[in-house]
């Protein structure tokens, strides 16, 4: 090939991609992601299978605990919730449950030596470990945590990366959760994340989707989750890479809320098969600020109406964990 015609070769290529990027773009989404969905679908309900991903030119990032301390530095951002979370759970939470080791900090579940009894007259026979950081939080912002997931039996171990604040009684503003995620272990390794609300007889709902993970190794590695809480709109991420996003009963940005991670232990006979002690282990934790507060970022998934929303099944996740 002479050089003149290499020249046409080059410039016709430079011209197909240009093409590409103008009237492709997404077509280089589809090639960019090996996310797969195989969701029930309502009418209210739009969903495009290829995510996008997390621009952090949008973001500042406001805070970041990587626990490369020691376990006495955790309380400079973090307070521990003590005693018991309710009838539903099997543990109680203690501050010996935590501890922080190669730059991990490692909330560890375990069977007690001794039952202990708590506040609510419960007898526990096993512990775990809660924090929630010092300062509430609000919206506009971006918060992920970079964990990896005890093994659990069904819906026994049950580690959670969630915002909360309020109740549905008369005496609260109105409920507020959202789980950045929600996950246990049996077969399929299943997760859920959520947005939570009072309806107009005060009675706790939720905007829920379940996803499973088929492939057998997704736990034994470390895995970012994310959410962005914006105006109007939730954007849930897994590995930087969108899963989902709500735009209904999102909290109002300017409402305060605690920001926690826990393991708990949920009611189920199967703690009988759980090999304790079992951790769930933190790489770190970050907050970012959005840069413009009017910017409600593009998305690819969407999920209108929360009230008749299906759950989400066997939505596969190839993950490819962001090196930062």
Not at 130 to 136: A, F, P, R, T
Not at 222 to 230: E, G, K
């Amino acid at each position: 090939m002479n050089f003149s015609m290499k020249k046409i070769y080059i410039q016709t290529l430079i011209l197909l991609f240009h093409s590409s990027v103008l009237f492709g773009q997404q077509s280089l989404v589809n090639s960019f992601s090996e996310i797969k969905f195989e969701p029930e679908i309502n009418e209210k309900t739009e969903l495009v299978s290829e995510p996008c991903g997390i621009n952090y030119m949008d973001w500042n990032l406001n805070f970041l605990d990587d626990f490369n301390g020691s376990v006495k530095d955790l309380s400079k951002n973090w307070y521990l919730f003590a005693d018991n979370h309710g009838p539903d759970e099997l543990q109680i939470y203690k501050w010996e449950q935590l501890s922080v080791s190669g730059g991990n900090l490692l909330i560890k579940a375990d069977s007690l030596p001794k039952s202990e009894t708590a506040s609510n007259g419960i007898t526990y026979n096993y512990a775990s470990g809660w924090i929630h950081y010092k300062n509430m939080v609000k919206g506009n912002a971006l918060f992920e945590i970079r964990c990896k997931m005890p093994e659990g039996r069904e819906q026994t171990l049950w580690p959670a990366f969630w915002m909360w604040n309020g109740s549905c009684s008369p005496q609260a503003d109105g409920y507020r959760e959202i789980d950045i995620f929600e996950y246990w272990g049996n077969n399929f390794k299943c997760g859920t994340n959520n947005v939570f609300w009072c309806d107009g007889n005060r009675n706790r709902q939720s905007c829920f989707i379940e996803y499973c993970e088929k492939q057998p190794d997704f736990f034994n590695d470390f895995h970012i989750f994310s959410v962005a809480w914006l105006k109007d709109k939730l954007v849930f991420y897994i590995d930087g890479k969108e899963i989902r996003t709500v735009t209904d009963h999102v909290p109002s940005v300017s409402a305060e809320m605690y920001l926690i991670a826990n393991l708990a232990l949920g009611n189920s006979p199967s703690i009988s098969e759980v090999k304790f002690p079992q951790y769930f282990t933190v790489d770190w934790i970050k907050i970012y600020s959005l840069k413009n507060a009017e910017n409600m970022l593009d998305t690819c998934t969407q999920i209108e109406d929360c009230n008749k929303t299906s759950s989400v099944e066997q939505m596969l996740l190839k993950s490819a964990t962001i090196k930062k």
